[in-house]
């Protein structure tokens, strides 16, 4: 009998739960092909990005030398399944790296046919969005179903904040219209004030852009 699901609470059960996610979706949906990795948690709003994977190995375990997977830490208020469709979408990226298949290209922004064919091989749909290609990635009804027995957390409740507001010009002139992005089609919008806008296409709120 699986225990209930629970709330993530604190960074030490994220990293045991998202290390925990990565071994089952390894073994169910890759065979266990995957290398281990190392799973962080940085923040990803000013990169319009759920997560990401770097492409060199650049954390070492022991002797061993692992690539990292980061989950940005101002998404995790998302659905868990969300979560999970994030995590899956970059141990695609990993199957790539390791079986040496060129699935992006322009810096690693635009997802090609090659990632699209990965992806719905390994559990995922996939959809096209105008500048970043197949990119837009969510759990197949299978896979959501598989997730239910699998996962063992209900929601993550820690995350860190994202900005709700612009930072202000210091040059003493009137403040220009803010600029709101999709994370996940590169789509925006416009406003002369703060507000909450919503990518109906995603299913997503819009991001606003800040300038680093």
Same mark, same amino acid.
Request: hydrophobic share 30%.
């Given at each position: ?7 993530? +609470? ?12 990565? &071994?089952?979706? +390894? *073994? ?8 281990? /990795? ?8 000013? #990169? ?6 770097? %492409?060199?190995?650049? =954390? ?9 997977? +980061? ?13 999970? &469709? ?20 322009? &810096? ?25 290609? =197949?990119? /837009?990635? &969510? ?15 209900? *929601?993550? %409740?820690?995350?860190? #904040?994202?900005?709700? /507001? ?26 002369? #004030? ?5 990518? /109906? ?6 991001? *606003?852009?800040?300038?680093?």
């Amino acid at each position: 009998m699986s225990r209930p699901n629970r709330k993530v +609470n604190t960074m030490q059960d994220l990293q045991i739960i998202m290390q925990g996610m990565f &071994s089952r979706i +390894n *073994e169910h949906f890759f065979n266990n092909e995957l290398e281990k /990795v190392i799973i962080t948690f940085e923040s990803g709003y000013k #990169k319009g990005a759920f997560g990401w994977i770097h %492409t060199v190995k650049n =954390w070492k375990q022991g002797q061993q030398e692992r690539y990292n997977i +980061n989950i940005s830490s101002d998404y995790l208020d998302r659905p868990r399944e969300q979560i999970v &469709s994030t995590l899956m979408h970059e141990m695609c990226h990993l199957y790539a790296l390791q079986n040496d298949i060129k699935d992006t290209s322009r &810096s690693g922004i635009y997802h090609n046919k090659k990632f699209k064919q990965i992806a719905e091989e390994h559990g995922l749909n996939v959809r096209e969005a105008d500048k970043i290609g =197949w990119s /837009v990635t &969510s759990l197949k009804h299978d896979t959501a179903e598989w997730l239910k027995d699998n996962c063992n957390f209900a *929601e993550i %409740t820690i995350f860190k #904040k994202r900005p709700l /507001v612009a930072e202000k010009a210091t040059t003493g002139t009137k403040q220009s219209s803010r600029k709101y992005i999709c994370p996940c089609c590169d789509l925006i919008v416009r406003a002369t #004030k703060e507000c909450r806008i919503k990518c /109906v296409e995603c299913d997503v709120e819009m991001q *606003e852009e800040f300038k680093g």
